[in-house]
Each structure stands twice: as C-alpha cells, then as structure tokens.
C-alpha cells in the first residue's frame, strides 16, 4: 500500500511538471527603426517599456513574450497573423512616434481557458537622445550639449 501511494505520487509530480513545462510558450520579437531626421522620439505601448540608451544610430526594440496556457499553434498565429506585440513607427515633422500595432488586446483564450502573458519590452535608442522631464519624449541633444561631454 506505501508503494502504490509513493507511485501515485509521482505519477502525479510527473504530470504536473510535465502540464507546467509545455504549458508556457516563449518568443523574442525585434524592430529596428532609422532615426535619420528625427528631433523627437514619442511613446505609445500598450505593454510596460524600459528606455536604454546604446552607441548604435538606430532605434531598437525587442519584446520578450512568455504565454501561458497556450500552444505553438496559438502563439504562432498571435505573432504572424494577429500581429498582438508588433511594434510600428509613424514620422512626422521631425517626431518619430513609437506605437503598438494593437492598441487593445483582449484576453487570450485556449480550450475555454484564458491564457496568463508576460510582455518585457526594451528599447534602444541612440545615446544622442535625452528623456525629458516628466514624460515619456526624447529629444536628440543639441550640438552645444554633445561637445560639453
């Protein structure tokens, strides 16, 4: 009887580890936006950002996604078709607008389940862009600014 009870629990670790394991799908996705005549650099994400500066001349952003619940399939039409996470710049008159794709996202659903997701955005702008006090816009230094560092 211990050793029916001891098997019994395993098998049941085993299913629950096995179910917790394929349960959760990973992906990475990145952009990559020219910044030529761009004075102003503007935020619009659905998903929470952190701002990074870089040596590189061009904005990137990546998003790491982790969807739980979900499968491939799932996570593969979200990314492709649906396109859930995209990110999508817009410029005009100098403002370089850095926007989601979907600016509303419904719950994912999977077999009558909804799906919990974790988004990390992180974007690299180029070191020659400040953020501006109390808000979310970067404005490239003056030449003045560069020259005293």
């Given at each position: 009887m211990k050793n029916l009870r001891a098997l019994a629990l395993v098998v049941g670790l085993f299913v629950v580890l096995h179910n917790v394991a394929v349960a959760q799908i990973h992906d990475r996705l990145h952009w990559v936006f020219p910044v030529d005549s761009v004075e102003q650099i503007n935020f619009d994400l659905v998903d929470p950002f952190e701002v990074e500066n870089w040596a590189g001349n061009q904005i990137m952003v990546t998003s790491e996604i982790t969807v739980y619940n979900a499968t491939k399939g799932i996570m593969k039409f979200f990314i492709e078709e649906n396109k859930r996470w995209e990110v999508i710049d817009t410029v005009q008159n100098g403002v370089l607008t850095?926007?989601?794709?979907?600016?509303?996202?419904?719950?994912?659903?999977?077999?009558?389940?909804?799906?919990?997701?974790?988004?990390?955005?992180?974007?690299?702008?180029?070191?020659?862009?400040?953020?501006m006090p109390e808000s979310e816009s970067w404005m490239r230094k003056k030449e003045e600014e560069e020259s005293q560092e």
């Open positions: 850095i926007d989601s794709y979907q600016s509303r996202r419904a719950p994912i659903q999977s077999r009558g389940e909804e799906c919990y997701e974790i988004v990390r955005v992180k974007v690299f702008l180029p070191s020659e862009y400040i953020k």
